[in-house]
T-cell receptor, first 114, second 115 residues
Framework: GAGVSQSPRYKVAKRGQDVALRCDPI?????LFWYQQALGQGPEFLTY????????KSGLPSDRFFAERPEGSVSTLKIQRTQQEDSAVYLC????????????FGQGTRLTVV | AQSVAQPEDQVNVAEGNPLTVKCTYS??????LFWYVQYPNRGLQFLLK??????LVKGSYGFEAEFNKSQTSFHLKKPSALVSDSALYFC?????????????FGTGTRLTVIP
């Protein structure tokens, strides 16, 4: 596609509910990142994939957060037993391989836990 | 450890005047530096990056940034501001030497261009 696509754009979940957020990266991009952006803050790193391999998950805040990219393209971020502090915008980004390459971001999924 | 500081939460500038959005960074090695802009209800859009070479880099929409190694800064500039430049701007860094591939972002600076 032309850009990184994320769905849904908005998600309201009741506390304790499980949610799944989808990211469709730019075709051919090897690297895929998930970030969490709280209101009024900069994006904070959650996890990184190179193709289907999850090479870094150091930013995942708890074991309730899980991400996968089984075929090296589409990725899903899953949050189990959501809590109010999980409310944030979840951003997905993709890029070509290489540490000097810029990442291209999707519009994000705004998660509100009530 | 990597970090980015954007000392100004808010910058106001009159249309047609030059603008500067400040950024300083901290990395253990040498940096790759990036600027992104975020419009309401939109994702982050890439503006420009510093990789190596000329310290002055030019990017999209007439923006430029100057890498200053001694001051560990990478300030974003534009000679003449437009009302449409009003948005949230983020500086980000990636260390060349460490194993981390992710970007570290600042907290953002909201730019308002006054007509």
């Amino acid at each position: 596609g032309a850009g990184v696509s994320q769905s849904p754009r908005y998600k309201v979940a009741k506390r304790g509910q499980d949610v799944a957020l989808r990211c469709d990266p730019i075709s051919g991009h090897v690297s895929l990142f998930w970030y969490q952006q709280a209101l009024g803050q900069g994006p904070e790193f959650l996890t990184y994939f190179q193709n289907e391999a999850q090479l870094d998950k150091s930013g995942l805040p708890s074991d309730r957060f899980f991400a996968e990219r089984p075929e090296g393209s589409v990725s899903t971020l899953k949050i189990q037993r959501t809590q109010q502090e999980d409310s944030a915008v979840y951003l997905c980004a993709s890029s070509f391989r290489g540490r000097n390459t810029e990442a291209f971001f999707g519009q994000g999924t705004r998660l509100t836990v009530v | 450890a990597q970090s980015v500081a954007q000392p100004e939460d808010q910058v106001n500038v009159a249309e047609g005047n030059p603008l500067t959005v400040k950024c300083t960074y901290s990395v253990s090695g040498n940096p790759y530096l990036f600027w992104y802009v975020q419009y309401p209800n939109r994702g982050l859009q890439f503006l420009l990056k510093y990789i190596t070479g000329d310290n002055l880099v030019k990017g999209s929409y007439g923006f430029e940034a100057e890498f200053n190694k001694s001051q560990t800064s990478f300030h974003l500039k534009k000679p003449s501001a437009l009302v449409s430049d009003s948005a949230l701007y983020f500086c980000a860094v990636r260390d060349r030497q460490t194993g981390a591939n992710n970007l570290f972002f600042g907290t953002g600076t909201r730019l308002t261009v006054i007509p």
